[in-house]
């Protein structure tokens, strides 16, 4: 099955700082997802990335997949509370799952 | 209007109990998910199901039961609830294989 190691585990970084969580997947990925969870609610979807190279942003968050199409970045730009939370990326192999890796707890300080 | 709705959010049950969890999504989706989240967060795949035919099952134990009576629907039913079972169920759909999975708010489910 698909593996994916996340780093850091947790974080704690000062508003209006960058950070940067990054997955690694011990197979090639198919596509790789970002979510994110706050506590108590669901899993927001942030971005998919399918190809390698590939890179997207939407609003202060970009995230990128190697050419190798093994290991992603997530990079959040001038934090802010809001973005405080578990970010989750997932792996898909082509077989109607996803598996995840076991997330980064993001906490913003005002 | 709500993509991915599942029922209760929260439930509190008794061990050697039966349970249901229930879930629905106006996507218009093929394909639906059971996910099972842990305490320490780890979301892991349970169910998936295509067009109402389960597709994944992913060494759940038999008591998991899921049933879907459309392709809109995909409920959760548990029987003989133990302590372990206690964790945050989620559901979720896509189009199918290789597209965004969308998921629901979550079912916070504990057994005492």
């Known amino acids: 099955s698909q593996e994916l190691e996340q780093s850091p585990q947790s974080l704690i970084v000062q508003e209006g700082k960058n950070l940067t969580i990054n997955c690694t997947s011990s197979k090639t990925l198919y596509g790789l997802y970002w979510y994110k969870q706050k506590y108590g609610e669901g899993l927001i979807f942030l971005m998919m990335l399918q190809k390698g190279g590939e890179e997207k942003s939407h609003e202060k968050i970009t995230a990128k997949l190697d050419e190798k199409k093994q290991q992603s970045s997530l990079h959040i730009t001038a934090s802010q509370p809001s973005h405080a939370g578990i970010y989750l990326c997932g792996a898909d192999s082509n077989d109607y799952k996803l598996s995840f890796g076991a997330g980064t707890t993001v906490t913003v300080r005002a | ?112």
């Open chain 2, 1 to 112: 209007d709500t993509a991915v709705s599942q029922t209760p959010k929260y439930l509190v049950t008794q061990m050697g109990n039966d349970k249901s969890i229930k879930c629905e999504q106006n996507l218009g989706h093929d394909t639906m998910y059971w996910y099972k989240q842990d305490s320490k967060k780890f979301l892991k795949i349970m169910f998936s199901y295509n067009n109402k035919e389960l597709i994944i099952n992913e060494t759940v134990p038999n008591r998991f039961s899921p049933k879907s009576p459309d392709k809109a629907h995909l409920n959760l039913h548990i029987n003989s609830l133990e302590l372990g079972d206690s964790a945050v169920y989620f559901c979720a759909s896509s189009l199918g294989s290789g597209n965004t999975i969308y998921f629901g708010e979550g079912s916070w489910l504990t057994v005492v």
